[in-house]
C-alpha cells in the first residue's frame, strides 16, 4: 500500500453493454506504442458487477512475456504488481527459469491503466486538491484544516465523476476477473505471483476458489484480517491504514539502515562517535520547528519510500547528510516517491472510522511508536472516511479454507509498507501457508536474492515448498554497488 487516489484524465467512461460470458482465450496480438519490449497484449471482456454477469462489462488489458521455450512451455503464471492501483499489464516480475518455461501474463486491474479506468476528474481544476495531497500528511492544525478540506473535494470529485464503476472496484470483483484470466488461459489452477496489495488479491482468491488455487506465491504479505476489518470490534474505530502496523515496520527498516550506515564507511550519513538515530531526529526536530528548502514530511517520506529497497541505502545517505543543511538538502532528487494507489479498491474493502476525527487522533499515537512514519501511513486512507461509494461484493473472510499449499515471502528487517509481524500472522491465519524470510529490509523480496529466487522456481515450477522456517541472505549488502 503505497497511496489512494488513482490519477485519472479528464474524460468520460463508457461501460459496454451486455457481452458473452466468459472469455474463451486471449486474442494476443502487438502492443500500443512505447510500450516495452518482447510483449504481447490483449483485451477481454468481464462483467461490471458479477451479480449481473450479463449486464454491463468492462475491459481488462493484459501483456505477455512469452516463455522462450515455447516447446517445452509448462503453462502461464499471472502476476499483480501491488498498489491498489498500479498498472500491471507489464510484469517486472521474473525468474530465468521462470522466463523459460512460463507465460507471464500482467493485468491491469479494473479501474487501472488500459483496463476500463475509474475517472474522477472533469476539469483540470478538479484536480488540483488531488495535487496538494499526494505525498502530503498535516503536522499542524492549519494544514489538517486545507489538508481535509483537500480530500472532501477529491472524494467528491469521484462521486460526481466516476459512474457505476466506482461501486464494483473490490477485491472481490478483481478475483472473480482473475479468475476469468485463468480460464481464457486454459489453466485448470491458478499460478500467480502477487506482490504487496497483489497478496491480498491472492488470499481473497485462494479463499473464494480454494480449489482453483494452485501455486500462489506472496511477496510482501499483506495480512487479511488487519487490512479488511482488524481483529477486534474496535478496530472498526482505527483507520485501516493504521491498524496494518507498517509504521513500526518502517522504524525497524530505518534502524536497521541506520545500524548498517554507522558499520560501513561508504555511507555518506554516517559520522564515528555520534548516534545516527539522534542524528536523523535532529534533522526532523529543525524542519519541524522552522521548515526550510525541504520539509518535515519530505524527510519521512522520501526516507520512507527509500526503505523500500536496501538497494537505495547509499541514495538515502546521500540525502539525509544533506538534509542535515537545509539550504544543501533542496537539490536532492525525489526518486523514492510512490506510486499512487487505488482509492476506490482500499475503500471499498477495508472498515474505517465514520468519524474523521479518528485520523489525527490515531496520527499522533501512531507516532509516539514510530515518528513521522505512523501520520504518513495514517492519513493514506483519509479519503475512505468520505468515500462516495461502496462495494456490497467485500469480502470479509473466512481466511482459512483448505489450498494447496501457499508460499509467503516477507523481509525479515523490516518492510515500511506491509510489516513482517503480519505476515508471520497470515502464515497463522491461511489454511496452507509457508513463510520463507530473506534477512533483509524493503519491500519484495523477489530478485534480490539467489536463495529467493530458487525457492520460487521450485515453488512456481514444481509445487515445492522450502522448510519452514527457511531464511535466506541477500545478494548484496545495502551499501555494495549494484
Known amino acids: ?89 507489464f510484469t517486472k516480475f521474473q525468474t530465468p527459469s521462470l522466463h523459460r518455461q512460463f507465460d507471464i501474463v500482467g493485468f491491469d486491474p479494473r479501474g487501472v491503466g488500459a483496463s476500463t479506468p475509474v475517472r474522477c476528474f472533469a476539469s483540470d481544476a478538479e484536480t488540483e486538491p488531488l495535487k496538494r495531497i499526494l505525498g502530503q500528511f498535516p503536522i499542524t492544525s492549519e494544514q489538517e484544516t486545507r489538508h481535509f478540506a483537500d480530500v472532501r473535494a477529491v472524494a467528491a470529485s469521484c462521486g460526481r465523476n466516476a459512474g457505476p464503476l466506482l461501486g464494483h472496484l473490490s477485491t472481490t470483483n478483481v478475483a472473480r476477473d482473475l479468475d476469468r484470466l485463468r480460464q481464457a488461459a486454459g489453466e485448470p489452477r491458478l499460478r500467480y505471483y502477487g506482490l504487496s496489495y497483489g497478496t491480498y488479491l491472492g488470499e481473497v482468491y485462494a479463499n473464494l476458489f480454494p480449489h482453483r488455487a494452485g501455486a500462489l506465491a506472496l511477496d510482501a504479505v499483506d495480512d487479511p484480517i488487519a487490512w479488511s476489518t482488524g481483529y477486534r470490534p474496535e478496530d472498526a474505530n482505527i483507520p485501516f491504514s493504521t491498524r496494518l502496523g507498517s509504521f513500526r515496520d518502517a522504524d525497524r527498516a530505518l534502524q536497521a539502515f541506520l545500524d548498517a550506515c554507522a558499520a560501513d564507511v561508504r555511507c555518506a550519513f554516517r559520522e564515528p562517535g555520534t548516534d545516527l538515530r539522534a542524528k536523523y531526529d535532529g534533522i526532523l526536530d529543525r524542519l519541524e520547528a522552522a521548515p526550510g528548502a525541504i520539509t518535515y514530511q519530505d524527510v519521512i517520506r522520501r526516507t520512507h519510500n527509500a526503505l523500500t529497497d536496501e538497494a537505495n541505502s547509499p541514495a538515502l545517505a546521500e540525502f539525509l547528510q544533506a538534509a542535515t543543511k537545509t539550504a544543501s538538502a533542496k537539490a536532492i532528487a525525489t526518486p523514492f516517491d510512490s506510486a499512487l494507489g487505488g482509492g476506490g479498491t482500499i475503500c471499498a474493502d477495508t472498515t474505517n472510522p465514520r468519524d474523521p476525527a479518528a485520523w489525527p487522533r490515531a496520527a499522533r499515537e501512531a507516532d509516539r511508536e514510530s515518528r513521522g512514519f505512523g501520520s504518513y501511513d495514517t492519513y493514506l486512507s483519509l479519503p475512505c472516511a468520505f468515500w462516495p461509494a461502496a462495494d456490497p461484493a467485500r469480502y470479509t473472510g473466512p481466511w482459512n479454507r483448505p489450498t494447496a499449499p501457499i508460499l509467503l515471502l516477507a523481509n525479515g528487517k523490516g518492510d515500511p509498507e506491509t510489516p513482517y509481524a503480519g505476515a508471520k500472522r497470515t502464515e497463522r491465519i491461511l489454511g496452507n501457508a509457508r513463510l520463507l524470510t530473506l534477512d533483509a529490509w524493503g519491500h519484495g523480496a523477489a530478485n534480490r536474492s539467489a536463495c529467493v529466487d530458487a525457492a520460487l522456481d521450485a515453488y512456481l515450477t514444481h509445487g515445492r515448498l522450502p522448510a519452514r522456517g527457511t531464511v535466506c541472505a541477500p545478494d548484496h549488502a545495502p551499501f555494495d554497488a549494484r
Not at 450479463?54 to 488489458?61: D, S
Open 1 to 89: 500500500m503505497a497511496a489512494l487516489i488513482t490519477l485519472t484524465a479528464l474524460t468520460a467512461v463508457t461501460i459496454a453493454p451486455a457481452a458473452s460470458a466468459a472469455p474463451k482465450g486471449f486474442d494476443w496480438g502487438p502492443c500500443p506504442a512505447g510500450s516495452p519490449s518482447g510483449y504481447d497484449c490483449a483485451e477481454v471482456e468481464v462483467p461490471l458487477s458479477y451479480q449481473d454477469p450479463g449486464g454491463p462489462q468492462l475491459t481488462i488489458a493484459l501483456g505477455r512475456l512469452p516463455a522462450t521455450d515455447q516447446k517445452h512451455k509448462r503453462g502461464t503464471i499471472f502476476t499483480n504488481p501491488g498498489g491498489p492501483g498500479n498498472p500491471g499489464r
